[in-house]
């Protein structure tokens, strides 16, 4: 975890984009809902209602979804229920499965290849490069996955035409593509962007929807195309929740009247804001500002990087 400023009441928190809450329609719905009985474990009809709401949006009734509570989780059962413990996942040595998730992966007996990232993405020649170190030789763990995020941890986005060469070359390499939405409602929204729901769908193996980082109080949304243990998988992690309701009635929420992209692009706005003020000050950004994150006196944030030559490398997160 990046070094973290002594939390202060008194101050504003750029520190991350789940410091509140949740939005107010979720509690309500919490609240109106609350009385209902309902089945559990994901089986509950607001879970459902979930579902067919992201089936709509990607524009096709073929999607497995489950719900997971956090982003570790669903990275963890993205990987756990598609790799054997001898192979491996490649990933920017930015990855959020790297750094800052315990060691999750790799505790479970799956190996992380990290690579340096370009502007916190993975490009052919990187993933072609540490493909490499992974040969069809037994004293090597077996690559078998590629990990992107997108936004990525310091707030890139990927083009449509970058995550069509990156599956292209997992295709041929014989790899399997996850993709870490954690904040893929900031790619959506962003000015940069120029993909849809079906495109990362079209293009990934396993994608998932991140509800914690816009507006819910927990919970991610799992988009898989061979379930496979899935489910059993989930139940051994604790990832199985009996009142998976809770997770149902927040996306729900979400996807009502486009509220989902509607926070997300009031972020990328005052995100933009910010970027445009820090270099107006003379700063310099360490990377273009694509989505919600941005790099004490009256503001709380998360150092991100201590550079070579002095500097220092902050993240200002918007929500």
Not at 29 to 49: F, I, M, V
Not at 108 to 134: H, V
Not at 286 to 294: G, H, M, R, Y
Request: net charge negative; with cysteine; proline share 2%.
């Amino acid at each position: 975890m990046a070094s973290r400023i002594t939390r202060d009441i008194t101050k504003y928190s750029f520190h991350d984009d789940y410091s509140e809450g949740a939005h107010p329609n979720i509690i309500e719905a919490l609240a109106q809902t609350n009385r209902s009985q309902q089945s559990g474990y994901g089986d509950d009809e607001y879970s459902e209602d979930t579902r067919q709401a992201i089936r709509d949006l990607i524009g096709t009734d073929k999607i497995i979804i489950y719900f997971a509570p956090g982003g570790t989780g669903a990275n963890l059962l993205s990987v756990a229920s598609h790799l054997q413990p001898h192979e491996a996942v490649i990933a920017a040595e930015s990855g959020h499965i790297v750094s800052k998730e315990g060691s999750a992966i790799e505790a479970s007996g799956y190996k992380i290849i990290a690579a340096p990232g370009a502007n916190g993405k993975l490009t052919l020649d990187i993933i072609q490069l540490a493909f490499g170190r992974s040969a069809e030789f037994a004293f090597q763990p077996k690559a078998k996955m590629v990990f992107i995020s997108n936004a990525t941890e310091i707030g890139t986005v990927y083009t449509k035409g970058e995550l069509e060469a990156v599956t292209a070359l997992c295709k041929n390499l014989r790899l399997l593509l996850l993709l870490d939405g954690a904040r893929i409602d900031a790619d959506l929204t962003s000015s940069k962007n120029d993909m849809s729901l079906i495109d990362i769908y079209n293009r990934t193996d396993v994608f998932w929807i991140g509800g914690t980082k816009n507006g819910a109080l927990l919970g991610e949304a799992v988009i898989i195309k061979d379930p496979a243990e899935l489910r059993y998988h989930m139940k051994q992690r604790g990832a199985l929740l009996a009142k998976g309701r809770v997770l149902g009635i927040k996306f729900r929420t979400l996807f009502q009247d486009d509220l989902f992209f509607n926070l997300e692009r009031s972020s990328n706005i005052v995100a933009a804001e910010i970027s445009s003020c820090l270099l107006a000050l003379g700063y310099k950004l360490w990377a273009e500002t694509d989505s919600n994150q941005e790099l004490q006196k009256e503001l709380e944030f998360f150092i991100w990087e201590h550079l070579q030559d002095g500097p220092l490398v902050v993240r200002l997160v918007a929500s």
